[in-house]
């Protein structure tokens, strides 16, 4: 079954401690990218990663690290969290024809 | 520059009535266009999915949506609403070939029985 999954899918931490929010897929796409949805402002891409080892910023890149060292992978660090970082975030990969197949989200607290 | 603009942040319909959810977009290429639903709690999911082929797109769950060049919109209906159908509604708009993705705010939608 085609599937993107996130770890955790909620968390609460406290300002400051580092943390790591893995994606993984099984569809072979080249293309993943991370957003954060909030209330009235819809989904936010945070950053995107066309191949293994090429990333590049989206519309709300601070305060957030990504890497991409293999194809199915796509973890979003946070190295030093921030109430304002309090979100429900979503990973997604993109067919070839255009279509986005997300994650089941991870909802984060930061206190 | 890309833009999707969703018109309306709530719409509220009685069961069986029909359903129009509204959606302009701005973009300086030829666009891909996308509506996906987001039941809560959960994921989102595509409904449907406009590539420059026919105007009129058939999704899933009886939903359709009529792209317009000229009015730079592409709205979602359906022509009777079901209980089922209560969820939150992103319109998307992403380049041909390109990289950037753009989401509307979303557009909930409220089915009354």
């Known amino acids: 079954e085609a599937q993107v999954t996130q770890n955790p899918r909620y968390l609460i931490t406290v300002t400051g401690k580092k943390l790591t929010v893995t994606c993984s897929q099984n569809m072979n796409h080249e293309y993943m990218s991370w957003y954060r949805q909030d209330p009235g402002l819809g989904l936010r891409q945070i950053y995107y990663s066309m191949n293994v080892e090429v990333t590049d910023k989206g519309d709300v890149p601070e305060g957030y690290k990504v890497s991409r060292k293999e194809k199915r992978n796509f973890p979003l660090i946070l190295e030093s969290p921030s109430p304002n970082q309090t979100s429900l975030y979503f990973c997604?990969?993109?067919?070839?024809?255009?279509?986005?197949?997300f994650g089941e989200g991870s909802r984060l607290t930061v206190l | 520059a890309q833009s999707v603009t969703q018109l309306d942040s709530h719409v509220s319909v009685s069961e069986g009535t029909p359903v129009l959810l509204r959606c302009n977009y701005s973009?300086?290429?030829?666009?891909?266009l996308f509506w996906y639903v987001q039941h809560p709690n959960k994921g989102l999911q595509l409904l449907l999915k406009y590539t420059s082929a026919a105007t009129l797109v058939k999704g899933i769950n009886g939903f359709e949506a009529e792209f317009k060049k000229s009015e730079t919109s592409f709205h979602l209906t359906k022509p009777s609403a079901h209980m089922s159908d209560a969820a939150e509604y992103f319109c998307v708009v992403r380049n041909t070939g390109g990289f950037k993705t753009i989401f509307g705010a979303g557009t909930r939608l409220f089915v009354k029985a």
């Open positions: 973009s300086s290429y030829s666009p891909s």
């Open positions: 997604a990969t993109t067919s070839p024809a255009g279509e986005l197949f």
